[in-house]
């Protein structure tokens, strides 16, 4: 199985905002839940945020009103919209199904949010 390719990480100051991308060759998104995760070196896994089939999203209370989740399915890719970005944000996020593990895992992105 192709991996997944996240993309659209950086270094952002507090209150800026980010777009990450997340898309696998030869896979379609559309039919399936899928999610965005991050993880720091202290902290497990955290779901963030999750778009399932007709279009139904949910969010960690932590990110809720400030990141939104969205898909294109022409493009075979979800997006995380993240706005009004804290130094807590800061993490390596990936995407994947819900529950996770269905795809194999990719690289991930960088957030980094710092003065």
């Known amino acids: 199985q192709v991996p997944l390719v996240e993309s659209g990480g950086g270094l952002v100051q507090p209150g800026g905002s980010l777009r990450l991308s997340c898309a696998a060759s030869g896979r379609t998104f559309s039919s399936i839940a899928m999610a965005w995760y991050r993880q720091t070196p202290e902290k497990e896994r955290e779901l963030v945020a999750t778009?399932?089939?007709?279009?139904?999203?949910t969010y960690a209370d932590s990110v809720k009103g400030r990141f939104t989740i969205s898909r294109d399915s022409a493009k075979n890719t979800v997006y995380l919209q993240m706005n009004s970005l804290k130094p807590e944000d800061t993490a390596v996020y990936s995407c994947?199904?819900?529950?996770?593990?269905?795809?194999?895992w990719g690289q991930g992105t960088q957030v980094t949010v710092s003065s």
């Open positions: 778009i399932f089939r007709g279009g139904i999203t």
């Open positions: 994947n199904t819900y529950p996770p593990g269905l795809l194999p």
